[in-house]
């Protein structure tokens, strides 16, 4: 199991950015298919958005397309997620997630860190 910190929260006002990083350790990190999630009390977790172990492929959930931006440094052990034209729905707990290649669900999860935008 790989370790995952998040770092980057905070309030933000409505049209603002915020970049949020996820450090990981303890396995060989370019082995993971990286992703972030986010949960409110009111909603389920849902996804956000995931990068592939290179960094070639991204994919984001459609409320976030355009706004999001995930990228990843290997040489940093670190995934980042770009946030822009942030809305007060963007409100929520932000979760970083790895999985390996094969594997069909996130298995290692950070223990989150909050993003507030205020109108």
């Known amino acids: 199991q790989v370790q995952l910190v998040e770092s980057g929260g905070g309030l933000v006002q409505a049209g603002g950015s915020l970049r949020l990083s996820c450090a990981a350790s303890?396995?060989?990190?370019?082995?993971?298919?990286m992703g972030w999630f986010r949960q409110t009390p009111e909603k389920e977790r849902e996804f956000v958005a995931a990068?592939?172990?290179?960094?070639?492929?991204?994919y984001y959930a459609n409320s976030v397309k355009g706004r999001f931006t995930i990228s990843r440094d290997n040489a940093k052990n670190t995934v980042y997620l770009q946030m822009n034209s942030l809305k007060p729905e963007d409100t929520a707990v932000y979760y970083c997630?790895?999985?390996?290649?094969?594997?069909?669900?996130?298995?290692?999860w950070g223990q989150g860190t909050q993003v507030t935008v205020s109108s």
């Open positions: 990068i592939s172990r290179s960094g070639s492929s991204t």
């Open positions: 997630a790895a999985r390996l290649r094969f594997q069909y669900v996130f298995g290692s």
């Open positions: 303890g396995r060989t990190f370019s082995n993971y298919v």
